[in-house]
């Protein structure tokens, strides 16, 4: 792993392969990828792990979603909710299991942070169960009380969700 650290705090990871055999890259996600989308994040929402989100949800906010696709098939998925006021959340990252190891992970978080900054946005927050995969990117970790009230308007209450989560932020 690598520790280079770029601009705004975002660090390099150091997961995205070098060389494949494999065509896959990152990009905005279309209409007709919702179902797809809501099929990989439905098993981290199984499991606990993600908020569930609906397909009208998702296609209402279609133009805030990155997909990762290998080889023609979407296999990864992240979205930007802005929240105005510079206040942002990278949500329902996630990349089914076939295809960890790939970087498409990384290539989405880069993806949506360069969104972020695009959008004026100069703090990015996650709430997740991962922390140290979002420490490799620059996140630091925060107490929940530090996450500004209105990331939680559409969440499960902290004190009723399952297992723990962590707050973390980037500044960008």
């Known amino acids: 792993m690598t520790d280079r650290t770029g601009p705004g705090g ?7 392969a070098a060389l494949t055999a494999d ?11 919702v179902d797809r989308i ?26 805030s979603w990155w997909v990762g696709d290998l080889n023609g098939e979407v296999v990864g998925c992240a979205a930007l909710r802005d929240f105005g006021a510079g206040l942002g959340e990278l949500r329902s990252l996630s990349v089914v299991a076939a295809a960890h190891g790939r970087g498409l992970g990384e290539s989405l978080v880069h993806a949506v942070v360069r969104e972020a900054r695009r959008r004026a946005i100069t703090r990015l927050f996650a709430i ?5 995969y979002f420490a490799r990117h620059g996140f630091i970790e925060l107490s929940i009380d530090e996450v500004p ?14 297992g723990a989560g962590h707050a973390m932020a980037l500044d960008l």
Do not use: F, K
């Open 23 to 33: 065509s896959s890259y990152v990009r905005h996600a279309r209409r007709r990828d």
């Open 149 to 162: 009230e209105i990331l939680h308007a559409d969440r499960v209450p902290w004190s009723r969700r399952s």
């Open 128 to 132: 997740t169960r991962n922390p140290g």
């Open 38 to 63: 809501l099929e990989v994040i439905g098993t981290y929402v199984a499991r606990h792990v993600l908020l569930a989100r609906t397909r009208d949800e998702v296609l209402d906010e279609i133009a």
């Open 10 to 16: 975002l660090r390099m990871a150091g997961t995205i």
